[in-house]
């Protein structure tokens, strides 16, 4: 089983970028599918974006034009560029692989946005 590890958060001011990565244990190139998730305290997880193994992505509505999810199979390796950030980006992110009967969550990175 695959096991991801997040990186990449920290406190940064609003309106500057931030690329979160997801590293995995092993190849990426078969996972079907691998997305970003995060979670803000009392609230549910909610997904972020997704990327399939043949790079097709999808993003949540809101947050389509400052998200872009990418990865890089030759690094195993799954990217979250969010630019112009705001304070409501404040969250754990968590990286998530969907390998189909196995499906494997990172431990989260927290991003905290000042203002």
């Known amino acids: 089983q695959v096991q991801l590890v997040e990186a990449g958060g920290g406190v940064v001011q609003a309106g500057r970028s931030l690329r979160l990565s997801c590293s995995a244990s092993?190849?990426?190139?078969?996972?079907?599918?691998m997305s970003w998730y995060r979670q803000t305290p009392g609230k549910q997880r909610e997904w972020v974006a997704g990327?399939?193994?043949?790079?097709?992505?999808n993003y949540r509505d809101s947050l389509k034009v400052r998200f872009t999810i990418s990865r890089d199979s030759a690094k195993n390796t799954m990217y979250l560029q969010i630019n112009n950030l705001t304070p409501e980006a404040t969250a754990v992110y968590y990286c998530?692989?969907?390998?189909?009967?196995?499906?494997?969550w990172g431990q989260g990175t927290q991003v905290t946005v000042s203002s």
């Open positions: 990327i399939t193994s043949g790079g097709i992505t």
């Open positions: 998530y692989a969907d390998q189909g009967a196995v499906r494997t």
């Open positions: 092993r190849t990426i190139f078969s996972i079907n599918v």
